[in-house]
């Protein structure tokens, strides 16, 4: 589907005016560091943010590389609570220790992953998660709905589930036995609106991407989406899911797509043969306006 053609707005950002920075991806542009995990420096208009912070080692290597200073920075908004979005938050919170601090409270959860029936921890390192109780109340912002954190951007908070297709992406409970399934409540997403569309910032998308840009656009009021950047958890999906989920996105006026971190391969290829914008795959030390 082409965009709206609904009127821009003069007076609102403009796209041209974002410029986005891959600190934490899992492939490299020659020359920097990756691991599994995401980070990405916003800068918008007159705001810059941090969003995530990869594992810890590729993330504090590569702040050096693209020359970051994390002073800079109005605030730290964190995705969901998993170790590789997380795990530089102690050294973020050390370097610059007024930084605020965007999340949902789930996001200090304990919890796993099991596979073949070996439980492995998937929450926030400990030493991050103390790092965060050390904060003044006034420094976290709690995403428990949707909120504007800066002028015209804003996390989404929890996102209704309610495509009957998606769900968190993988086996993650709430304990070692298995027998209580993680929802990752905390997942959230962020988005800026701007004179000709929404860009669209997401972790992991463990909300689903379909749940996600649908609450967004119903909470915006905004139809129209200028881009669609970051993790997307489909790397494991089914052809089912994936099919349903390229079907949905068909109907949506998105300008073009950004895919990292966690979408897989499978998900990038089919968006490029199925859907009329451009789709490309980002990576650690790309500098791109959405």
């Known amino acids: 589907m082409k965009k709206s053609d609904t009127p821009t707005n003069p007076t609102m950002m403009k796209p041209e005016d974002i410029q986005l920075t891959v600190i934490v991806d899992n492939t490299p542009l020659p020359g920097f560091n990756s691991e599994h995990g995401f980070s990405l420096w916003i800068e918008a208009g007159g705001s810059t943010l941090l969003f995530d912070t990869g594992r810890a080692t590729a993330f504090s290597a590569n702040l050096r590389l693209l020359e970051i200073e994390l002073a800079k920075a109005n605030m730290l908004v964190l995705s969901h609570g998993h170790y590789d ?10 370097e610059v220790p007024g930084m605020k601090v965007c ?3 789930g996001a200090l959860t304990r919890r796993w992953s099991i596979r073949e029936g070996v439980a492995k921890p998937t929450d926030m390192p400990d030493e991050c998660k103390e790092a965060i109780r050390a904060l003044a109340p006034s420094q976290i912002l709690s995403a428990t709905g949707p909120i504007e954190i800066l002028p015209d951007i804003w996390v989404t908070g929890p996102v209704p589930r309610l495509s009957e297709f998606e769900d968190p992406g993988g086996p993650f409970f709430l304990d070692t036995e298995g027998n209580i ?38 909470v915006s009021g905004e139809e129209r989406i200028v881009s ?6 489909l790397s494991s999906a089914s052809s089912e899911r994936l099919e349903k989920t390229v079907t949905a996105l068909e109907k949506f006026p998105i300008g073009r797509i950004h895919t990292s971190h966690c979408t897989g391969s499978d998900a990038t290829e089919l968006f490029r043969k199925r859907l009329d914008c451009p789709v490309s ?4 030390g790309l500098r791109f306006t959405p």
């Open 228 to 233: 669609v950047v970051g993790g997307l958890h």
């Open 85 to 94: 979005h997380t795990g530089g938050v102690a050294t973020v919170l050390s």
């Open 103 to 105: 999340m949902h409270p």
């Open 281 to 284: 795959s980002t990576a650690a």
């Open 181 to 218: 399934p993680d929802p990752i409540e905390d997942d959230l997403s962020l988005w800026i609106k701007t004179a000709e569309g929404l860009v669209i910032i997401a972790g992991c998308c463990h909300s689903g991407l379909v749940n996600t840009i649908n609450h967004i656009r119903s």
